[in-house]
């Protein structure tokens, strides 16, 4: 595609619920970043994927996080028992390769009630 | 702890005006500073970026500017237009690390 893809845009979830965000990053593009977004707030770092190396994880905010990313390519970053401040705009971004130019998706809005 | 601080956190500037927004970082690691740039609704987008070995960049109406001794970057927006109004973001990273370092965001609003 001519860009990064995100989907759901919107997710509405219930406190408790396990949720699935997709990434679909720029053909080609090595390095794949999520990053969290809060209202008013900067980004959030939370994993980066490079090629076939071991992820970084260190952002990750509790062990309800976890994301994989197949065939280097399509990420998925599951958030398991909501809980309300899960409620965030989640943002996935990639490139060429480490240290280089960041090409973001629209985001997730993900609200848990 | 912010890696990388931005201030100020909204500015309103008149059309034709000139807006600066400042960063500051600590880790004289980092080597590259990229400016981000995101309207409601749409992920950031790369307005502009430079490395350590300029002290200035310019780029049509956007320009950064780069202090290493004092370990300080800023953007600024020449004649600056109501399509400029956005959040514009900071960051810092540095070849060997595996994350970018955002500021928090600076809310620019151009007045007609």
């Known amino acids: 595609g001519a860009g990064v893809s995100q989907s759901p845009s919107n997710k509405v979830t219930e406190k408790g619920k396990d949720v699935e965000l997709r990434c679909d990053p720029i053909?080609?593009?090595?390095?794949l970043y999520w990053y969290r977004q809060s209202l008013g707030q900067g980004l959030e770092f939370l994993i980066y994927?490079?090629?076939?190396?071991?992820?970084?994880k260190s952002g990750l905010p509790s062990d309800r996080f976890s994301a994989e990313r197949t065939g280097g390519s399509v990420s998925t970053l599951t958030i398991q028992r909501t809980q309300q401040e899960d409620s965030a705009v989640y943002l996935c971004?990639?490139?060429?390769?480490?240290?280089?130019?960041?090409?973001f998706g629209s985001g997730t809005q993900l609200s848990v009630l | 702890q912010q890696q990388v601080k931005q201030s100020p956190q909204s500015l309103i500037v008149q059309k034709g005006g000139i807006s600066i927004i400042n960063c500051a970082y600590e880790?004289?690691?980092?080597?590259?500073f990229p400016w981000y740039q995101q309207f409601p609704g749409k992920g950031p987008a790369l307005l502009i970026a430079i490395r350590p070995d300029v002290s200035e960049k310019k780029e049509g109406r956007f320009t950064i500017s780069f202090n290493k001794s004092a370990k300080q970057f800023s953007l600024h927006i020449m004649d600056s237009q109501p399509g400029d109004s956005a959040t514009y973001f900071c960051a810092a990273s540095k070849n060997t690390g595996n994350q970018f370092y955002f500021g928090t965001g600076t809310s620019l609003t151009v007045i007609p």
């Open positions: 971004a990639s490139s060429l390769g480490r240290n280089e130019k960041l090409f």
């Open positions: 994927f490079q090629g076939n190396s071991a992820p970084d």
């Open positions: 880790n004289t690691a980092f080597d590259y």
């Open positions: 053909s080609g593009h090595t390095a």
